[in-house]
Nanobody
Framework: QVQLVESGGGLVQPGGSLTLSCSAS???????MAWYRQAPGKQRDLVAH???????NYSAPVKGRFTMSKDNAKNTVYLQMNSLKPEDTAVYYC??????WGKGTLVTVSS
């Protein structure tokens, strides 16, 4: 069982920035990691993922605004979110190896 703890969510104004972190209880070095989000009343969608080799991919709504990175030594992944929009409001979830989930952190973009 892998434990994931997300942090860094909060309230931010449109156009602002936030950085989310996800700390894993197991090594992330050889596993893909991903960020998903779920807005109220909507399905959970993939936002970004990073391969074990460090290659990143982003969904169309966030491409160019969000950056995912990882620190293998700290077993932590990050999601730098810039130019935030109200439609980015959601609970953001970390995923380990396309299998394990964190409990999520809420991001609210509102003036």
């Amino acid at each position: 069982q892998v434990q994931l703890v997300e942090s860094g969510g909060g309230l931010v104004q449109p156009g602002g920035s936030l950085t989310l972190s996800c700390s894993a209880s197991a090594s992330i070095r050889f596993n893909a990691m991903a960020w998903y989000r779920q807005a109220p009343g909507k399905q959970r969608d993939l936002v970004a993922h990073i391969t074990s080799g460090g290659i990143t991919n982003y969904s169309a709504p966030v491409k160019g605004r969000f950056t995912m990175s990882k620190d293998n030594a700290k077993n932590t992944v990050y999601l730098q979110m810039n130019s935030l929009k109200p439609e980015d409001t959601a609970v953001y979830y970390c995923n380990y190896g396309w299998h394990y989930w964190g409990k999520g952190t809420l991001v609210t973009v509102s003036s």
